[in-house]
């Protein structure tokens, strides 16, 4: 291969890398959830946007739950799957 040969693939090499981790940080951002300065005001959630609203019904507050797993998930690890779960002690 000549140096002109070599160069050009090297070139299309390191374009389609880039391109490859800019998909993958706007796939990474796409799944972020929201961030919220206030971790006490339980009951607002935010949109894509960033804009708050109130919770006022059972959906409300399933969106914001889901925010809570997710940011804990984020700073923690990701929680077992409930199959995965066992019983060590039980006490009645």
């Given amino acids: 291969m000549t140096a002109m040969k070599s160069g050009l693939v090297l ?32 009951l607002v959630w935010r949109d894509g946007q960033g804009a ?15 925010h809570i797993l997710a940011n804990m998930e984020l700073v923690m690890e990701p929680l077992p799957a409930p199959d995965r779960l066992e019983c060590v002690a039980s006490a009645r």
């Fill in 11 to 42: 070139v299309a090499l390191v374009v389609l890398g880039q391109a490859t981790l800019a998909l993958a940080d706007g796939a990474a951002k796409q799944n972020t959830p929201p961030f919220y300065p206030d971790k006490m005001k339980l």
């Fill in 52 to 66: 708050e609203h109130s919770v006022t019904n059972a959906q409300d507050w399933q969106r914001r739950r889901e």
